[in-house]
């Protein structure tokens, strides 16, 4: 081997014994860790984003590189007083946005001087902090950015379907002498809602829906109710209150207890009532509109829905004029009830209507039995042990059903002379609070276009509660009760009938029974 060759060997294995060499020795720190990462200076501002009303939009110059696995919160400060802390970034129409609580930015004047907001000219600050989901350095993470003075966006829907128009808007709501700005408003009738009653209602925001039912005083008009619908939004910590709804609405697949709404989330757009037929405290078919900033926020208490109903009717809660303040998104909108609101009202002419819940049987409720000829019993009895005689001898019970109504036709010999009642036992297959899925519908002579159900166990959840009915008796007693104020059972089913009768002295006696 030459000499040129020998070295040109020596110099490889010298070579790969220093690369294993570095290898077995301890590396710098210094010079192998990765560098912090660093974020340049974002920039920010107030936006509207719909139903959330004002919110605080970030953009970032950089690379969006940089902002992976990175997590941004906020908090906002007027001068030296923090407002919100710590509010987490969201994703929004694809923005960096951090939700504000409108409300608490914003005063509002005395309800006698119109529910103004008042907005202070104070800039806001906002205080950016990023770091990483693993503990990573962030150079730069903590930026403080001005926002200017606070601006209150529009965040209300419209309350009605897109093709239900307002046709009057009228003010003029006083208690004990102070005026405060809710605003009634009237839709203009529409070849799909011809008639004020029934159009229905519409969540004006996201939140959660309380409901209060202030029933009349007289007896004879029990069913003259007032149902005020609230929804309370946590995005903008503002009440929306549209009283005067029915006491049932379709929810978009079946009618339904509007007090089943009560605590429930909401999203905007969603199904909120129908308007109902006039109640005691309203001389025309309407949505009462009213906008407020309750003192004492929701606390999921059982009786949050009656402390939101109480302050939207106190003098001293804020109420905001969210008319004259444009609170709708929709601007052409605004511009429609602000020009309505300041003409005298004149809608009175418009069809008021009727609740109509579909009827798909051609069942006439008359009392008469020829609708049912092809129709056999569910349960019978033994004619003639009656203890009355003929009166309320009991004899056979016929039902049937379709989407909104269930029908009941009882043959119980003549339609008694005094005062009389039928008290239907069912079984629903729906568990009240103790346990018991059976109920009692009982009709009575004296409470006609009525009956009332509850349960058989006297849980409180399902105590005795009386709602509208339908019943005639002529050869039979015929009965049509809307399934909405049963719940909407699936497969109700008769278990047993008991007739009652009172005399002249209020004694009740019980000559037949079924089963």
């Not at 070579?15 to 990765?34: I, Q």
């Not at 504000?100 to 800039?123: C, E, M």
């Not at 004879?220 to 903008?236: C, E, Q």
């Not at 009938?497 to 079924?514: A, E, H, N, T």
């Given at each position: ?77 007027r001068g030296s007083e923090i407002v ?268 008021w209507g009727e609740l109509l819940i ?94 009332t159900v509850g349960s058989v166990d ?58």
């Amino acid at each position: 081997m030459t000499s040129l060759k020998k070295g040109a060997l020596w110099f490889l294995i010298s070579m790969v014994l220093a690369a294993l060499l570095a290898g077995c020795l301890p590396r710098n720190s210094a010079s192998s860790e990765a560098k912090p990462r660093t974020l340049r200076v974002f920039s920010a501002a107030l936006k509207g984003k719909g139903t959330h009303g004002t919110v605080a939009c970030v953009e970032y110059p950089g690379r969006r590189l940089d902002l992976e696995g990175v997590v941004l919160k906020a908090s906002l400060s007027r001068g030296s007083e923090i407002v919100e802390a710590g509010i987490p970034a969201e994703n929004m129409d694809g923005e960096i946005c951090f939700e504000l609580t409108d409300a608490k930015y914003v005063s509002v004047s005395s309800n006698l001087q119109g529910g103004l907001l008042g907005i202070p000219s104070d800039p806001l600050t906002l205080q950016l902090e990023a770091r990483t989901s693993d503990g990573e350095a962030v150079q730069t993470g903590s930026q403080t950015l001005s926002l200017g003075p606070f601006v209150q966006f529009p965040f209300l829907r419209w309350i009605f379907p897109a093709e239900v128009k307002p046709a009057c808007v009228a003010d003029g709501h006083t208690r004990e002498g102070v005026f405060y700005p809710a605003w009634d408003i009237i839709p203009e009738p529409s070849p799909k809602y011809p008639s004020l009653v029934g159009t229905p209602l519409l969540a004006p925001v996201d939140g959660t829906a309380y409901v209060w039912l202030l029933p009349n005083g007289d007896p004879a008009r029990r069913f003259d109710t007032v149902n005020a619908v609230m929804v309370y939004s946590p995005d903008t910590g503002f009440v929306v209150d549209l009283t005067h709804a029915a006491d049932i609405y379709f929810d978009g697949k079946a009618w339904v207890m509007l007090k089943l709404l009560n605590g429930r989330t909401i999203s905007a757009g969603s199904p909120l009532g129908v308007i109902g037929p006039k109640d005691h405290a309203s001389s025309i078919p309407h949505a009462h509109l009213q906008v407020f900033i309750p003192a004492k926020l929701p606390s999921n208490q059982p009786d949050d829905n009656q402390a939101l109903y109480a302050a939207s009717t106190q003098n001293a809660t804020a109420n905001v004029d969210a008319i004259k303040q444009r609170l709708f998104l929709d601007q052409g909108l605004n511009d429609r009830l602000l020009l309505l609101a300041s003409q005298s009202l004149g809608c009175e002419g418009y069809p008021w209507g009727e609740l109509l819940i579909p009827q798909q049987l051609a069942l006439v409720v008359d009392g008469n039995k020829e609708d049912w000829a092809n129709d056999g019993p569910v349960l019978s009895d033994k004619s003639g042990d009656s203890t009355a005689g003929e009166t309320l001898d009991i004899r056979a019970l016929s039902m049937k059903r379709d989407d909104n109504y269930l029908y009941l036709l009882l043959e119980a010999g003549p339609r008694p002379a005094g005062k009389w009642g039928l008290d239907f036992f069912m079984d629903f297959e729906a568990p009240n609070a103790c346990g018991s899925s059976e109920r009692s519908i009982k009709v009575w002579l004296d409470e006609p276009g009525a009956f009332t159900v509850g349960s058989v166990d006297g849980c409180p959840d399902s105590k005795p509660q009386t709602y509208p009915a339908l019943f005639a008796w002529v050869e039979a007693l015929e009965v049509r009760i809307p399934l909405a104020y049963l719940n909407n059972p699936d497969e109700p089913r008769v278990l047993s009938v008991k007739g009652i009768l009172v005399d002249g002295q209020g004694r009740f006696s019980y000559p037949d029974y079924m089963r």
